[in-house]
């Protein structure tokens, strides 16, 4: 069966500091990704897709991914993030084979000031 | 504005006492899926529905009923609750299964002694 992981569960850094969120999915067909973004007491925003194309792609508030077929990965990164970026992020990946959306576990980010 | 709303946002509630969780979507989108969120299960899917009258059961559709009458709600029935279904459940919309980002509602907070 498909599946997404989501190597760590809980992350903590300091402001400034340079992040990568590691997933990796288990399905060798045509793929579309996502990165949520889940901020404390709310629901979950799309922060970054990709569909096809260029694999490296640009979310909102400086994240972007990059999508690396080889190794059926898709992991988040920003270069220096901030205390406002504290929250839980999930991967989700779409297959070609039943369009069924798949989360990650979540990572829970803590950036301290 | 777009949206789906969920409603109500917190719910105190006994064990067998039945309620319902509805969610609305103002997008005119044809999927829509309830969600469940566990500290460390990540997003669980319940019941999903494709179109008006269509429903399909998710990964942990045990203890609940949904309906999809109208294209623009999708209620999310617990018969008869139970402790084990203290949750946050969220309500997601898009306008195609598979290809395009979730929209997710704000979330209910549910707690059954």
């Known amino acids: 069966a498909q599946s997404v992981s989501q190597h760590n569960h809980h992350v903590i850094l300091s402001e400034a500091a340079s992040l990568e969120l590691g997933c990796n999915y288990s399905?060798?067909?045509?793929?579309?990704l996502f990165w949520y973004v889940q901020y404390p007491g709310q629901h979950l925003q799309l922060l970054l897709k990709y569909f096809s194309g260029d694999p490296l792609v640009k979310g909102i508030k400086g994240f972007e991914a990059e999508f690396i077929k080889s190794k059926f990965s898709f992991n988040l990164r920003k270069p220096s993030v901030q205390w406002s970026d504290t929250a839980e992020y999930f991967c989700a990946v779409i297959t070609n084979r039943d369009d069924k959306i798949i989360f990650g576990k979540g990572t829970r980010l803590h950036i301290l000031p | 504005e777009a949206q789906v709303t969920q409603n109500p946002r917190y719910l105190i509630t006994v064990t067998g006492k039945k309620l319902t969780v509805t969610c609305s979507q103002n997008?005119?989108?044809?999927?829509m899926s309830w969600y469940r969120q566990d500290p460390g299960l990540g997003l669980r899917q319940i019941y999903y529905?494709?179109?008006?009258?269509?429903?399909d059961k998710g990964d942990v559709p045990e203890g609940y009923k949904v309906s999809r009458k109208e294209k623009r709600n999708f209620p999310l029935i617990l018969e008869s609750p139970s402790p084990n279904q203290t949750s946050l459940y969220f309500c997601a919309s898009s306008p195609l299964q598979g290809r395009s980002p979730l929209h997710f509602g704000n979330g209910t907070r549910l707690t059954v002694t």
């Open positions: 997008m005119n989108h044809e999927y």
């Open positions: 399905y060798g067909g045509t793929v579309n």
């Open positions: 529905s494709m179109n008006v009258e269509v429903t």
